[in-house]
């Protein structure tokens, strides 16, 4: 996208590009630190387990030369003995390559986590392509494996060369010991050996992994064009969620005008708002408010309550009280209980007029609403 566009991915990745990029493989990964660790633990392991495998070596070639004329010479028993012998060499090297297949499984998942995906493990015939291998040789990222490729080799050339200097005296007074004992010191020295070699390449995975960290972050950086793109694609068009906005909306009042006729009273303001209220007598709740709506909505209450017969008080500070503090289908708040006791007294009384062709009830005037409620 930022080619068609010319903009510059500036903005960070949205987390359906991360959870995308999962899916393709594209996370962090160092090959250096994989290659350190791995290193590092196989000479641990090499300097705590090295007396042991030397001995059992050891006592392995001691046998075939003891081996009888017998052994030898027949074939079924020939067999059976090297398949012990081979048996009992991978024995003594366990402790050295379980560890080491353990930190190969698990050390991918210092950076990034955990993943598998079978879309990176598919082949790819654009990577087959030798005009495009020559391109990444050249690029960037060449240039960069090139210039650790250098200080990997440099740094063991050089440490290499002083602990040869260092321990040339000892490998020659080798020749002076047993065969077992110079087995033994010879394996400590190359522990050691070992272990400062893997040592050194520390500093490459000290660059290595946070660059990793930081060209994966790039690689997913997004144009402000394709964070638009993707809020459209999981959201919808603007327009077409609008008119579902709008249908729901509809549909709601719809629902809302329904409840008009069955409720009680209408609080109005007396036009601007208007808010049906329904109680139930036998029930133990407050009144509770079924619709509400201003302007062209409380005309619609109004006149669906006119046409269903039900009365319409006008008291605007409890009708702009009741619409901000109450939402529908709840009971109203405490604080208007007195008020609205007021209204329905007069509902009721004006009802039992109507029905017995008595004198109205005086309508209800300076009804008390709290400051809290008050809305101007």
Known sequence: MAEDTGQD?????????????RKKGQIPRSR?????VALITGSVMLLFTGESISRGLANLMRQQFQLSREVIFDKASIVIYFKQVLLDGLLLIVPLVFPLVLVALFTPMMMG????????????FSKMNPFSGI??????QGWIELLKAVIKISLVFFVAGNLFNFYFDQFMSL???SLSHAIHKAVDIIAFCFLILSSTLFLVVAIDVPYQLWNTKRQLKMTKQEIKDES??????????GQIRRKQMEMA???????????DVIVTNPTHYAVALKYDLMGAGAPVVVAKGVDHVATQIRNVALEAKVPLVPTPPLARALYYSTELKEEIPKGLFLAVAQVLVYVFQLKTAMANVTEKPVHPRDLEVPDEFRQE
């Not at 009042?253 to 409720?263: G, S």
């Open 113 to 124: 986590g955990w993943n598998f995906s079978m879309e990176a493990m598919s082949p790819k």
């Open 9 to 21: 991915k500036t903005e960070e990745p949205t987390e359906k590009r991360l959870a995308d990029a």
């Open 135 to 140: 391109k990444r040789m050249f690029g960037p």
């Open 232 to 241: 459209k694609e999981q959201e919808g068009n603007p327009e077409v969620k």
């Open 32 to 36: 250096e630190l994989n290659t350190f």
């Open 175 to 177: 020749s002076s010991l």
């Open 253 to 263: 009042q719809q629902r809302m005008m329904e409840e008009v006729p069955k409720a």
